[in-house]
């Protein structure tokens, strides 16, 4: 199986932003909480609860596009050497 890596998630720059423990708030979240659980644990309100959860899902979907752009790019380089070559 495939190594499972952490998302390029900036906890710390969305802790310094929201002023609360992200990471915190992500395990609560990977333990079944629900946001009105996790809200009421941490003390925040639902529509700051529902920003950073934004700001994680726009750089999950950010990571997959890069991911996607590379492996296209790579795919493209690689067709790009099969067709370019001089015959023999």
């Known amino acids: 199986m495939g190594k499972l890596t952490a998302p ?5 720059a969305l802790s310094k932003r ?3 423990s ?12 629900s946001d009105m659980e996790v809200a009421s ?4 309100d639902l ?9 994680i899902e726009l750089a999950h979907r950010r990571a997959r596009l890069e991911k996607k752009k590379e492996a296209l790019a790579k795919n493209q380089a690689s067709l790009n050497q099969i067709f370019l070559r001089p015959p023999l």
């Open 41 to 44: 644990l941490t003390g925040l």
């Open 18 to 20: 929201y002023r609360t």
């Open 8 to 12: 390029p998630i900036d906890e710390k």
């Open 47 to 55: 529509f700051t609860l529902r920003q950073i959860k934004n700001d």
């Open 22 to 33: 992200v990471s915190k708030i992500i395990r609560l979240w990977k333990s079944g909480r």
